[in-house]
């Protein structure tokens, strides 16, 4: 259905900036709610951030508020997760993903239908 491409991780140093782009190939992606999810070794996917269709309602865990941003352009069919002050905490897999049937923003991983690949973000100290 779907196809969802993440880019632009690396290895940065504490402190730097990254921006993560994720291409949809879908026709639809102006219609989905947008998230971004992240995956550290050994521990659980947990969310980072949200975007409604419009672009008009973000959402962010506390963890990141302040120093990422969600942004998304429709007319590109992609969304971005600018990411600033990065902490070695921050080191994990990106995902992005997209939610077809919400009403709210989501938070949960089970509420998003299709999923990219997931790029690497890792922060040295």
């Known amino acids: 259905q779907e196809q969802l491409v993440e880019s632009g991780g690396g290895l940065v140093q504490a402190g730097g900036s990254l921006r993560l782009s994720c291409a949809a190939s879908g026709r639809r992606f102006s219609s989905y709610h947008m998230g971004w999810f992240r995956q550290a070794p050994g521990k659980e996917r947990e969310f980072v951030a949200a975007i409604t269709w419009t672009g008009g309602t973000l959402y962010y865990a506390d963890s990141v508020k302040g120093r990422f941003t969600i942004s998304r352009d429709n007319a590109k069919n992609t969304v971005y997760l600018q990411m600033n002050s990065l902490k070695p905490e921050d080191t994990a897999v990106y995902y992005c993903?997209?939610?077809?049937?919400?009403?709210?923003?989501?938070?949960?991983?089970?509420?998003?239908?299709?999923w990219g690949q997931g790029t690497q973000v890792t922060v040295s100290s």
């Open positions: 993903a997209a939610d077809e049937g919400s009403i709210m923003l989501a938070t949960t991983i089970h509420a998003y239908a299709y």
